[in-house]
């Protein structure tokens, strides 16, 4: 789970600065989300197992 967490915040850090139309193509993922948000993506992993259940 970290690794995903670090994929996440790695892409929010490169789309620093990015066009709008990119950043929002991007935040189409939940998890990716989460990271330019500013929340824990490791709470939106829990969250998004928990609504499947």
């Known amino acids: 789970m ?3 967490e670090m ?3 790695m892409i929010a850090q490169l789309l620093n600065g ?3 139309d ?3 193509e991007a935040a189409k993922d939940p ?3 989460s990271v330019l948000g ?3 993506p490791q709470h939106a ?3 998004v197992k928990c609504y499947i259940s």
Do not use: R
């Open 2 to 4: 970290k690794y995903v």
């Open 7 to 9: 994929l996440c915040t």
């Open 18 to 20: 990015a066009p709008v």
């Open 22 to 24: 990119q950043v929002d």
């Open 31 to 33: 998890l990716v989300a």
């Open 38 to 40: 500013g929340m824990n």
């Open 45 to 47: 992993i829990v969250s």
